[in-house]
């Protein structure tokens, strides 16, 4: 098979290269995108007269045919042709010959790949956006369920002071929200359009990149052609999005695990969302929080990896960049299913009210409420804290709760007990 970029050379390419330089097997994901760039640059390429519009109306219809070929699966896609660029143009000049050639005036595969990557992500950041929303709305309507719902709040993961399940559960949803802020905020960046940069510098064609903008709905164009074919920075902060995103999937993923335990009976999670043991018959497995927590791994290695990658390149395009797409893609694709598992098993877990409402008893949460009590009545902080503690002691050293030893005070009272701090 002749190469599109064949001209210049005299033997064909050995079949290692052609598969160690392909990309084909990850990047046809982007198909869609391609075609629908392409369809806006040869629109403009009519619309400027750098081709005629007949010779675009022929590319406009093969690219539409090729199109419903690859929805329907008829297309087929070679990996002789590196990478799904090369397949979608090679597949147009084979339909409408010599027309098809012209599509890629006044256009690099540069700029044409950032372009794709731009339009995948615009439309996956909405996409895991709308997610997030859910699982939002998941964690308030439990939140509501549980209003009244006491439960220990841990420091150092040691019992504190009792909250309420839901002001535990908003926490979340907090977090949820600045994660929501830093995908809009990263989507402002990737929805600038690149092409026109061609392969660095430019082109000599006299194009209109605001009327392409406006068919692809970008809001803005790239200023310095060099920039725009060789950063991906907007990658890089998808992908940091998404690991802090993931950071806090997985430290609610972990709470829940926890909460899980017998010893703690706080919640049980559905059977439908849990695994059992090949060897242990009477195991429940919360294997659907322990991968999200897991698959956390493999977000922040995809941020390493597209760090690594860039850290080094000098400008413009470099084939190193190719690397960019598999962590993109995985990360897309893991957040997404995070989100959507998470989303379907909270309203179908069941909060043990009363498990946790006993564990808030025990454990001296409420020393603190006493310790401000007494600061109430006129005792400096300190002085509350100190005295405080020495009755935990007490009851400690006594195996008392606190509620029976404000019932021992009460009778040391009535039989005339130092009233000074009363
Ligand atoms: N498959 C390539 C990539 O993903 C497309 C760009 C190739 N450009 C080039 N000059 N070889 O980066």
Sequence with gaps: ???????????????????????LSFDVRLWKYDIAGSVAHVKMLAKQKIILRK??????QGLQEIKEEIQTGRFRFSD????????????????????G???HTARSRNDQVALDLRLFLRDEISGILKLIGKFQKVLVTTAEKHIDTVMPGYTHFQKAQPVLLAHHLLAYYEMLDRDMQRFEDCLKRVNVLPLGSAALAGTTFPIDRKYVARLLKF???????????????FVIEFISASSILMAHLSRLSEEIIIWNNDQFGFIELPDAFTTGSSIMPQKKNPDVLELTRG??????????????????????????MQEDKEPVFD???TVKSCLLVLTEMFPKARFNSKAMQQSAEKGFLTATDLAEYLVKKGMPFREAHSVTGAIVKYCIDGDRAMGDFSSCLRQERRSGPDRAHD
């Design 295 to 320: 698959k956390t791994g493999r977000v922040f290695g995809n941020l390493m990896s597209i760090l690594t990658v860039m850290k080094g390149l000098p400008l413009a395009y470099n084939r190193d």
């Design 80 to 99: 002789k042709l590196e990478d799904v660029h090369m397949n979608i143009e090679h597949a147009l000049t084979r339909k409408i010959g010599a027309a």
């Design 55 to 60: 010779d675009a109306e022929l590319i406009l």
């Design 219 to 233: 809001p803005s164009i790239s200023e310095n052609s060099m920039d725009a074919v060789s950063d991906r920075d």
């Design 1 to 23: 098979m002749k190469k599109l970029w064949g001209g210049r050379f005299k033997e064909g390419t050995e079949k290692v290269v052609e598969d160690f330089t392909s990309s």
């Design 101 to 103: 050639g012209k599509l």
């Design 331 to 333: 990360t897309v694709d």
